[in-house]
């Protein structure tokens, strides 16, 4: 089946750093989603990507959707303690359902 | 304002007992999707609905069962079948079109007595 990874499982950075993570697939997809999840809380998404190539951005984040369309980046410029939660990619691929990954704990050290 | 909306935020279950977790969008989304989400597990789909009056399983649907009898509304029960039911349901919606991406509620934490 689609299975989408995340690594690693935890990343720290200091405040005001950039982090940079990716989710790789060895199947296409043809849809890429990031959400961020605040403990105790839903998934917010961040950003939504539909073409191979394409390079969103929302304020301090940018995400691309890879050309080989296996792949997508989320970069944080110049992060800030409330960068800190759950980082999740998701997408959907052949047979349309959306599948999650992991999911990479951001902690920010100010 | 529009969104999702998840009831009660904690519920406590007693051994052999079922519980209902409520979900209520005003999206006027035509599909809803219930996950559950364990400690370092990501997301895991429970069942989903594309329409109301028609549901499917998901990856891990046994032990849980679900309605769907109007549009906004999606309840999932928790029955006493689901021997490990300990853990942070989500609830979510999204148009039916392929590729629309899912919004979710705020969750809903089970424990059990």
């Known amino acids: 089946g689609q299975q989408l990874n995340q690594s690693p499982q935890s990343m720290f950075i200091q405040e005001g750093e950039d982090v940079s993570m990716n989710c790789t697939s060895s199947?296409?997809?043809?849809?890429w989603l990031w959400y961020k999840q605040d403990p105790g809380e839903g998934p917010v998404l961040l950003i939504a990507?539909?073409?191979?190539?394409e390079l969103t951005s929302n304020g301090r984040l940018t995400a691309q959707f890879g050309i080989t369309r296996k792949d997508s980046f989320l970069n944080i410029s110049a992060s800030i303690p409330s960068d800190v939660g759950i980082y999740f990619c998701?997408?959907?691929?052949?047979?349309?359902?959306?599948?999650f990954g992991k999911g990479i704990t951001l902690s920010v050290r100010p | 304002d529009g969104g999702i909306t998840q009831s009660p935020k904690y519920l406590f279950r007693k051994e052999g007992q079922n519980v209902t977790l409520s979900c209520e969008q005003n999206?006027?989304?035509?599909?809803m999707y219930w996950y559950r989400q364990d400690p370092g597990q990501g997301l895991r789909l429970i069942y989903y609905?594309?329409?109301?009056?028609?549901?499917q399983k998901g990856d891990i649907a046994e032990g849980y069962s679900v309605s769907r009898e109007k549009k906004e509304s999606f309840p999932l029960t928790v029955t006493s079948a689901q021997k490990n039911p300990t853990a942070f349901y989500l609830c979510?919606?999204?148009?039916?079109?392929?590729?629309?991406?899912?919004?979710f509620g705020d969750g809903t934490r089970l424990s059990i007595l």
């Open positions: 990507l539909y073409k191979a190539g």
């Open positions: 609905s594309q329409i109301v009056n028609d549901f």
């Open positions: 998701a997408g959907t691929g052949a047979n349309s359902k959306l599948t």
């Open positions: 199947s296409i997809f043809n849809t």
């Open positions: 979510a919606s999204s148009r039916r079109q392929p590729d629309q991406p899912q919004h």
């Open positions: 999206l006027n989304h035509d599909a």
